[in-house]
Each structure stands twice: as C-alpha cells, then as structure tokens.
C-alpha cells in the first residue's frame, strides 16, 4: 500500500527525509511551511507536493502519515494535534526536548491508536545490522567494556540560526542533537543503561548549551565512556568498539572491523571525517521507511518504534542531570526502561 504522506516542517533536516520518501515510493502530497526559502527548496525535492501553511490545512489532504521535522520544543504540540486527527507519525529524533514530553508522545500515540516511529535511522546501516547479528551469535564472547566517539566540527555559523543549541528549542547541545545517533545505535545493540555519570562544558560564548560532553555508563554488566564535541576541529568519524572476552567489534562511520587473532573487516563502509550530513544518510533514512512502513502493514512494531526511543532519551536526560549537578551519578528511570523493552 502506497503511504500518502505529509511533512511538517521543511528545516535541514528535511531533504533527507523527502529524498527517502520519494526513494521508497511514498506519495507526498505536502509540506508544511511558511519560509519561502524552504518551500523552494522542498518543492525540488517533492515537486508534486503542496506547500501548506498550517496543520489544519495538511489535515484537509487526508494523508495517513505525518512526518515531523519541527524544532524539538514543538514536537509534542504538533504530534498531539496530528495524532487527534487519526494520523500515523514519523517524528525526527528526539522525540521531544525532554524526556517528559517524549514520553507523553508515547502516552498521546497509544491513547489515539495510531501508530509512532522515531528516525534514529543509524539503526539500519549496514555495520550495525551485521554488529546486531554478530553480537548475538557470540562473536565476542561477553561484553565487558565499550568506548563510543562522536568528534565533530560545527562553525559558529552553524550555531546562528536562532534557537540552535539552545535547552528551551533543542533540549541541549550536541549530546542530543548530533550524538543521539550513536549513543542510540550503541544502546540499541548493548541493552539499557543503569546509571550515568556526565561533565560537560561549552567553549563558545553564544551557545547555551553544551558543544562537549563525557559520559560514563553503567549497564550492570558492562560499563561504558562516551565523548562528544562539535568543539573538535576539523571533526572525525563517529566510532563504537565493543570489547567482549573473546573478541572485539569497531564501528567506525559504516564500516565494522571484528578484531580477534587479526582483524577483519566485515563491512567496507564509508568513514566520513566530518561526520555524515543528513543527506549522506539517506539510504538509511530509506530502510527506516521501508521498515515503518511494511511493518506497519503487517501490523507489526518496527525496529524503530517511537517507544524504543525512550532508552536513549532517559539516558540523554539522566546525563544533561548528572552535568548539572557536579558529575553526581543519576539512575536511568527503571519504569521508562521497562516499558522500554516490553
């Protein structure tokens, strides 16, 4: 079944998200958006789509499914309204600025009985597939240790659009708008966290919020250290190594290395230095849809339903607690995290 689609929202974002779309046979039938600019440039992208100025005008086109690709602070206003309206959601990570909101995303999807997925698209590349197939076959025996590396560069440029980086817009720095990627990936591979320890700073004077983080994650079983940074110039490949007692897995962009006796490599991936772009994830975003959508068909949840992206959220929230109270250590909601994984 062809899904006729509405995207709200049409920021940087969203040429990934229309490009994908299009590449799986969807049916966008609008963008909502009031920036002429961005209109020109969705209308490219998706020339048989509507520029539409509001909600109310995306709900007269009786889509199914509407994307949200809106600032975070805005999420749970716009999901609330589309899901009263009967609309099946794809929301752009995060969820929402806060835990609180993502969770009552869950709450309002569940109550109107449509059905909600997050693009935590990082879920479907290549080397995470055969990492998540690897990890179950005990190719590293038990995991004990992991370091994950999110180095990037962003130019005060990037930091001018108003809002960016800011806690009431975006929810946070670079912890939950870039390296909620791969702290998701890794924790979708590795299991809920128990606790978390965090400092963060930011080195440049306009932003709010943080452009460097370190986190320390405790699983119970296995612990953990993440560093990210917008701060670190001229930026770097995103990095996940799994150590187990019989061997070990390293991510790096899309490529994965199993280390043993030697080290082979299982998936030949693009490093992009600079961490990748939207765009350059595209056919990622493209198997996200391809799973949300053929899931949802066979009335099935797919890999990444809306609910799942409350683990890296609760994490993401405990950490941004952690660092304000002095690196004081903060417990992962258990209730969130059971819900999690029921």
Known sequence: MTRRVVVVGAGLASAAHLTALRAVGADVAGVVTRDETRAAAAHRLAPEARILPSLDAAAALDAD???????????????????????????????????????????????????????????????????????????????????????????????????????????????????IHTLDLYLSLTGPARSVVAASSTSRGRLEAEDTIHLLIDHGTHAASVTASTAAWPGGAETIHLFGDAGQLRLVGDSLVLIGDGARTLVDGTVDASGPD????????????????????????PLSDARSGLRVQSVIDAAYRSAAAGTTPEIVSEERESACQS
Do not use: C, N
Request: net charge negative; no cysteine.
């Open 65 to 179: 499914t509407a994307v949200v690709v809106t600032p975070p602070s805005s999420h749970l206003a716009v999901a609330s309204a589309l899901a009263e309206r009967g609309l099946d959601l794809v929301i752009d990570k995060p969820l929402a600025a806060s835990l609180t909101d993502a969770q009552a995303i869950v709450d309002v999807a569940e109550r109107t009985g449509v059905r909600a997925a997050v693009t935590l698209q990082h879920r479907y590349k290549e080397a995470a597939v055969r990492t998540r197939q690897l990890l179950a076959d005990g190719a590293i025996g038990t995991l004990r240790s992991a370091t994950v590396a999110v180095p990037l560069w962003r130019p005060d440029s990037y930091y001018a659009e108003a809002g960016r980086g800011t806690w009431d817009r975006d929810g946070g720095g670079v912890l939950i708008t870039q390296a």
């Open 278 to 301: 939207p765009l350059s994830m595209t056919a990622w975003f493209g198997s996200l849809y391809e799973d949300v959508f053929t899931s949802w068909a066979a009335g099935a949840e």
